[in-house]
């Protein structure tokens, strides 16, 4: 039973370009979350989905960030325009159900923007 | 928000020695989760304990709900415990989103 997966593992920008990021969950699993690491620091929310719907994005920033989980495929996490402060590790969780389930995480993106 | 405290912020340990890592939360809590991220950066699941006790092998945590912390212990440590520890709960008007705590840093050293 594979876990999380995440891809690219390791993803360099120039200012400017955009960034693709895509989870796939645990088989079975319907709820995806999305979380950002900075250098040095503990990991912060930005975006929880289920299928085709944003349940809550209040972690993520207002400009440039956006993120879909579609009816098929992998949920992808879309950064225009990256500057170098979006440079971080950015992880994806999924759980089984909404209520009190475990978030198994995945291996992490981590992006640097030159 | 929930705040999310954890101490102490670094350990250094000799090998095969104990420890005791804290989690302190400010609000009732849904979910609590202890991971473990080691020096490749992978965050391993340790234990799912919003209350009680669970061991796993030489790691064990209890959560005393009511009393808003929890407690990792690491016993007989070895080199490959190093890596920072993080708890991070689910709770409060926070709805399914974990909140992380600043995680404990430690080293062992053989």
């Not at chain 1, 997966?5 to 120039?14: A, G």
């Not at chain 2, 391993?44 to 945590?61: D, E, M």
Request: net charge positive.
């Amino acid at each position: 039973n594979a876990g999380v997966m995440q891809n690219p593992r390791h993803l360099v920008r120039r200012r400017g370009q955009e960034a693709r990021l895509r989870c796939s969950p645990m088989k079975g699993h319907s709820h995806v979350y999305w979380y950002r690491q900075l250098p040095e620091e503990g990991l912060k929310f930005m975006v929880y989905l289920q299928k085709e719907n944003i349940i809550d994005e209040s972690g993520m920033p207002k400009e440039r960030f956006s993120a879909e989980f579609p009816k098929e495929g992998p949920s992808i996490l879309r950064i225009q325009q990256v500057v170098r402060g979006d440079s971080a590790a950015y992880f994806c969780a999924s759980s089984l159900d909404r209520e009190q389930q475990t978030q198994y995480f995945g291996p992490g993106t981590r992006l640097l923007v030159l | 928000g929930i705040q999310v405290e954890q101490s102490p912020p670094d350990l250094i340990l000799q090998e095969g020695a104990n420890s005791t890592l804290r989690c302190n939360f400010s609000d009732s809590v849904n979910n609590l989760q202890w991971f473990h991220q080691n020096p490749w950066g992978q965050l391993i699941n340790l234990f799912y304990i919003p209350s009680g006790t669970k061991q796993n092998g030489r790691l064990s945590a209890t959560t005393v709900a009511t009393e808003r912390y929890s407690l990792l212990y690491i016993s007989s440590s070895q080199t490959t415990d190093s890596g920072v520890y993080f708890c991070a709960v689910e709770g409060g008007a926070a709805g399914n989103k974990l909140t992380f705590g600043g995680g404990t840093r430690v080293l062992v050293k053989p």
